[in-house]
């Protein structure tokens, strides 16, 4: 199975400091939706892996959580496409759990539910945590410069030719339809 791997918040939605509590909170950041449909359309499985330690922050509850990604995926199936599943660590860093991203607990129970490896996926994020999950998993990151991503490029000191840098998700898109 083709998937490709997409952190949330800063790629697929705008980022807040503050996090994302609930629906009305939950921005697109302009491309994305359309972005996600025309992976789905060329065949990719589209898999959701974010951090959400709101939870244990008691920011949002679950059926917040639940509310945003339910409209996530409205959207995309709006515009065509599919999301197949969304996985979340709830936990704080602190808990040093074995899924908070870059831990890999969110992409092996990706692997456990769709009975495959995710190696060789493409893994869209902006932050480290998203490249080093990326890297442990062996997919092949991206990082977008929405987001958290322009920090954490100047972080890396990365360029374009050690790693794919792009814009957005949209840009992301391209790269992924290109190589595939």
């Not at 509310?67 to 959207?75: C, F, G, K, P, V």
Request: aromatic share 4%; charged share 25%.
């Amino acid at each position: 199975m083709n998937f490709v791997i997409l952190d949330r918040d800063g790629v697929i939605n705008a980022d807040s400091p503050d996090y994302i509590k609930g629906v009305a909170e939950w921005q697109p950041i302009p491309g994305s939706i359309d972005a996600m449909a025309r992976l789905s359309q060329a065949g990719f499985e589209l898999v959701v892996a974010t951090n959400q330690s709101g939870l244990s922050r008691g920011l949002f509850d679950l059926d917040d959580l639940e509310a945003i990604h339910q409209h996530m995926r409205e959207l995309v199936e709006q515009a065509g496409g599919r999301i197949g599943a969304v996985f979340y660590c709830p936990h704080l860093p602190e808990d040093h759990c074995k899924c908070r991203k870059p831990a890999t607990g969110l992409l092996d129970a990706a692997e456990a539910e769709y009975g495959c490896s995710v190696a060789g996926s493409f893994l869209v994020g902006d932050s480290l945590k998203d490249i080093q999950l990326a890297r442990r998993k062996g997919c092949i990151p991206i990082l977008v410069l929405s987001g958290n991503g322009m920090a954490t490029r100047a972080a890396l000191g990365v360029t374009a030719d050690e790693l794919h840098v792009v814009d957005d998700l949209a840009a992301a898109t391209r790269v992924i339809l290109d190589e595939q």
